[in-house]
């Protein structure tokens, strides 16, 4: 089989008239020869960095969608279904995503559970990291997020690095703002990327250290543009990611954004390529092909190298995408799950208190970070209560693993004039996260959920729209595009309930994240991210 057009030779940083010969999934020869089309062939985009479990979609589903944006292939974290299978849910992403022709390359999570002030559905230990490290299908050991861990020197941890190193596999990184003494150190311990950075001076600090810095754009953490001009001068070392990505933005598109935006910028496009095709494939040592003869026949067919239209994908030599319409069939999957808590009353939400001033967590748009504010208390009948005029709405944090009480804390800019949005895709843990106007609708959503055994919805009175995520509830059993449509409706109620978040559901699902600082909520109460441990909800 020969396929003509415009060969980019990314390496080479040239383009030339030519001919792919395929053979048995891989190229065979590569030839340059003069005839009229103009499209371009390059290789594959990669995702250098992606939670697919984000996507509320199983790998399989997510794949289809992807290919019709030219990506082929993805350094995949299963960190979330981790969260709540352990490594049986590892195994789970694995053999989905075999089911299809796209190229998952899945990690062993490193950080089940991130901290332990919060409750998972499981615990992965250095034991079973070297049990997954020695997996022909694990690449590499996923972000190190417990960074305190490493700086300190915690053995458990060390010895989960020390996995990696055994069997030869790149260790990930997740440190946001750090810098310093303290990033050398973190560095040292053999950790080589990091797609947390937020500003400029803190990637380019980490790029002279020495680590690979991924750009991240993302539903909710958007640094391309606060990175993107480092690329000219260290496109070697840089890569594309999203992260996570909710399915209404997957379906609207997927790496080549970010190489267009990049290209529009004026950065050469050889730059760009190499970072979005080729460095996730050597760093990760990637079975992906890049368009050389004796590799994988990964490649795609674009109309233009400045917005990637996408005209075929194929991967192994199979066409599985061409002009929109996706050819990866659906395949039967089971729908494991641990969704252990019963339904709530209002009562559970309700909180008793002679506060005059609380903590708030003030939510950043694009942005996981959060902030500390304080904030007069509202309290209507000796108890705490949203002040929807102030918009600081009330939070929950509910253990979906066992029947607990619920976590309450306070949290500003999501903006709700009325109802409640809820989520059981609650970074890491998923437990339930609810933001809401009052105690009603907030039971009334996180009922919602655990009725569906997983899910995100928006309520407001008798007015319903929920998501069902039956798959560990984190990800959905129907069609992508389907699921995507569904996302869509539900973004639309709450953005018509008053939010004001670009993406609140992606925001939602990280105000329970401890990791990332500062204030946060989990299951076992309000946290502080600067100093690592629980804080008080009312300012003494």
Not at 254 to 272: E, P, S, T
Not at 422 to 432: E, G, K, P, Y
Not at 455 to 484: R, Y
Request: proline fraction near 4%; aromatic fraction near 8%; include cysteine.
């Amino acid at each position: 089989m020969q396929i003509q057009g415009q060969i980019v030779d990314i390496r080479n940083k040239r383009i030339y008239s030519g001919e792919v010969s395929l053979a048995n999934g891989k190229i065979v020869a590569l030839t340059e020869k003069e005839h009229n089309v103009k499209d371009y062939i390059l290789p594959g985009f990669i995702d250098a960095h992606i939670h697919i479990e984000s996507s509320m979609l199983v790998p399989s589903e997510f794949a289809k969608i992807a290919v019709l944006h030219g990506t082929v292939a993805t350094i995949s974290d299963p960190h979330e279904i981790a969260n709540v299978l352990g490594k049986d849910g590892v195994y789970y992403m694995i053999d989905n995503g075999k089911k299809v022709p796209f190229k998952f390359h899945f990690g062993a999570p490193s950080c089940v559970p991130a901290t332990f002030f919060e409750t998972a559905g499981a615990v992965i230990d250095s034991e079973q990291i070297k049990e997954l490290m020695a997996h022909p299908d694990i690449y590499y050991l996923a972000e190190m997020m417990n960074y305190p861990g490493v700086l300190f020197d915690d053995e458990e941890v060390l010895k989960k690095i020390a996995w990696a190193k055994h069997f030869g596999k790149p260790v990930d990184g997740h440190a946001p703002g750090l810098r310093g003494e303290p990033i050398r150190k973190y560095i040292s311990a053999g950790i080589s990327t990091d797609h947390e950075c937020f500003t400029y001076e803190e990637a380019a600090e980490k790029l002279s250290l020495g680590m690979k810095i991924l750009i991240r754009e993302g539903s909710a953490a958007k640094n391309f543009d606060a990175l993107i001009d480092l690329l000219p001068d260290n496109y070697q070392n840089m890569m594309f990611c999203s992260d996570d990505k909710h399915p209404d933005d997957l379906i609207l598109g997927h790496i080549n954004q970010l190489c267009a935006r990049a290209v529009a910028k004026g950065i050469d496009v050889f730059k760009v390529l190499q970072a979005a095709c080729l460095n996730p494939v050597h760093h990760y040592n990637m079975n992906v092909g890049t368009l050389q003869v004796n590799e994988a026949a990964d490649f795609i067919i674009v109309e233009d190298l400045t917005h990637f239209k996408l005209k075929q994908t194929y991967i192994n030599g199979e066409l599985v995408a061409e002009e929109g319409k996706s050819f990866i069939k659906h395949v039967d999957f089971d729908k494991p799950n641990n969704f252990n808590t019963a339904a709530k009353t209002v009562q559970d939400f309700e909180l008793p208190s002679t506060a005059k001033t609380i903590r708030v967590i003030e939510a950043l748009e694009g942005q996981l970070i959060t902030n500390e504010i304080h904030h007069a208390a509202f309290l209507e009948n000796g108890k705490l209560v949203a002040n929807v005029a102030d918009d600081i709405l009330k939070m929950a944090v509910v253990n979906r693993y066992a029947n607990t009480p619920p976590a309450i804390g306070f949290i500003k800019n999501f903006g709700l004039k009325k109802g409640a949005i809820a989520s059981s895709v609650a970074h890491d843990c998923h437990n339930i996260v609810v933001v809401g106007t009052s105690d009603d609708e907030i039971v009334n959503a996180v009922n919602l959920i655990i009725a569906n055994t997983g899910g995100i919805c928006a309520v407001n009175g008798t007015s319903t729209k929920a998501l069902a995520l039956p798959v560990a509830g984190i990800m959905s059993d129907q069609d992508g595009w389907e699921a995507g449509h569904r996302y869509q409706e539900i973004d639309a109620m709450a953005k018509e309930l008053g939010s004001t978040l670009k993406a609140p559901f992606m925001t939602l699902s990280f105000m329970a994240l401890l990791v990332i600082p500062d204030l946060k909520l989990s299951d076992k109460g309000l946290f502080s991210g600067k100093s690592f441990a629980f804080t008080d909800l009312e300012v003494k």
